[in-house]
């Protein structure tokens, strides 16, 4: 009988470790039941070694095998459980655990959504929260204080609004104060003109008044001269009278004188005229001879009363001019003084209105401008809102994508 | 209105019209901020499935050679849990010894199944396999060179670039010159 070689014997080994049974041994190396028995004996008691295995391993790892076949296991499969009890020790899991596990899922897993979609929102869930570094409830706590902040700005915005119409409103009620102050000027200006034409139709009443004061100047100049001839004449003919009654002569004297002359013309053929000239300068001669002296006085007394009465009435006069001049003076400076203290108050009314209007509309300005930019910051805030939510439902979207490309390479 | 009462109101308005302002521009810097971070986790979750993807694929590969070369490989890799769970419970703890041997397991199946990977960055799917697995009409780059990539991208993110859709950051990764395309040979040897 030829003896085993090594290889065969290391062979025999191997498929004993392999848990194989001596009849299988047999019919897989081909050689009899006892010579399996030896080579078996040699390797429990050391004369075999397997490189890299322990003598006394051998049994151990024999046993091994043995359940793993008695269990149906491929050693694939059992490093599969292998893998899977190491995932299980590594989450702190043992073995009894497992069944509180499971009921620990099925108490909490919701029960519209299936399990996959729990357990990937959930995955999800913890992924985001190792790359923000924050817990969920942090999260919660952020967006809920955002949408706090946005429901705020919104009525703020709101608020702003509503100011701005108030504030627009009482632009307007500005505006209109302004128009009846400007209205209130227009009507001061037409006040003003109706008193400057007031005040040149008492210029032109004054012009007609002096005109008229010439005039009666004039008048009194002529009265004062027909009376100083009808005073002369009537002088003259009550001399005359008084003449005729002092040489007693009636008016039948003076009728029979007149029909004496006129026969004594008509009998010298010569007029009547001439006749009575000649008469009462023969008259007048006599006269001179008795009251020439008396009648001289009389004419001196009365032509020094007519001198009197004549400087009194100059002296009204002057009185009158220079108290026309004063008045005209007084009316002028009145008038002047009135025109300009309206000028000046209508001009300080209207530079004052014009003032406070231009300070509200540049306060008004300044506002709007502020209002302006605090929107924009707004408009800016929301539209980053917007970029920031976009960017989440893309964060959504790449996550979804990149699991559904990589499943679809499987 | 009274002169007064006028200019309450207009310092009234002002400084609420400051306050809203101020608060805009602290609500704008927060959104900027929660803007960028999401961008940023844009591509970190993409390293994230890919770095995943690979993991798995090393298990799988470590299994399949265990599968392929059952006599050669199973000896070693028992004799190396066996050795393990031997010492495990040489400390009298089950779960110990259980988590000494699971280890060991998993860092030779893990030395197994590692190899030089290549991503391919497509349209329709992403893909992540071993460079001498590639498949033919596929564009594939080096897993190193697409690490540096993403790193690249993520530090224009944190600096507040827009990167928009998977397609859009797929584009930008495609751009870098950090990258290194694996090309299949006609002999079926991947070249870079």
Known sequence: ???????????????????????????????????????????????????????????????????????????????????????????????????????????????????????????????????????????????????????????????????????????????????????????????????????????????????????????????????????????????????????????????????????????????????????FSALGQFGTFSGLKKAAQEEAEALQDMAKKKASLVGEVVELENRRTVLQGEVGKSASAAAEQIREAGEEAVSAIRQEADAIREEMKSILEDTLVAGLAVGETGAMQKRGEEAGKELQELVVEVKRRLEERK | MTETGWEERMNGLRQQLTSIKSRVHADSTRFKELWRQAEYCKVRFLAYQLEARRRSLARSRGFASLAENKRGLYVTLGTAVGASILTGMITKDGIAAANAGATGLNRALQGLGEADWAVCLGRKHLAVASQDNITRGDVWVTWDSLQTALHELEERAKSGASLGSLDNIISELKKSKKLLFVIRASTGRATK
Do not use: C
């Open chain 1, 1 to 279: 009988m030829d003896p085993i070689s090594h290889e065969k014997k290391l062979e025999v080994a191997r498929l004993y470790l392999l848990g194989d049974t001596h009849a299988e041994i047999e019919e897989k190396v081909g050689i009899s039941h006892g010579s399996i028995s030896n080579i078996i004996k040699e390797l429990l008691v050391g004369k075999l070694t397997i490189p890299g295995v322990a003598s006394d391993q051998v049994n151990d790892l024999h046993q091994l095998s043995v359940d793993l076949t008695k269990k149906g296991l491929e050693p694939s499969q059992a490093l599969l459980g292998i893998t899977m009890f190491e995932r299980f020790s590594e989450l702190g899991i043992v073995p009894f655990q497992l069944d509180q596990w499971s009921q620990l899922v099925k108490l909490y897993a919701p029960e519209d959504i299936t399990a996959k979609d729990f357990f990937e929102a959930a995955l999800n869930l913890r992924k985001l929260e190792e790359a923000e570094g924050k817990p969920f409830q942090e999260f919660k706590q952020e967006y809920t204080g955002m949408q706090q902040k946005v429901v705020e700005k919104k009525s703020e915005v709101d608020s702003l609004d509503v100011k701005k119409k108030s504030l627009t409103g009482e632009v307007e009620s500005l505006k209109s104060e302004v128009s009846a102050l400007e209205n209130k000027r227009e009507e001061v200006k037409s006040l003003f003109e109706a008193e400057s034409a007031g005040l040149e139709q008492a210029k032109a009443m004054v012009t007609a008044a002096k005109e008229e004061h010439a005039r009666l100047e004039g008048e009194i100049g002529d009265l004062l001269k027909q009376k100083d001839k009808l005073s002369s004449e009537v002088g003259s003919k009550e001399e005359s009278l008084i003449k005729l009654e002092e040489i007693g002569l009636s008016e039948e004297d003076l009728l029979h004188l007149r029909n004496l002359v006129e026969g004594m013309a008509e009998k010298d053929n010569i007029s009547a005229d001439q006749i009575k000239d000649e008469f």
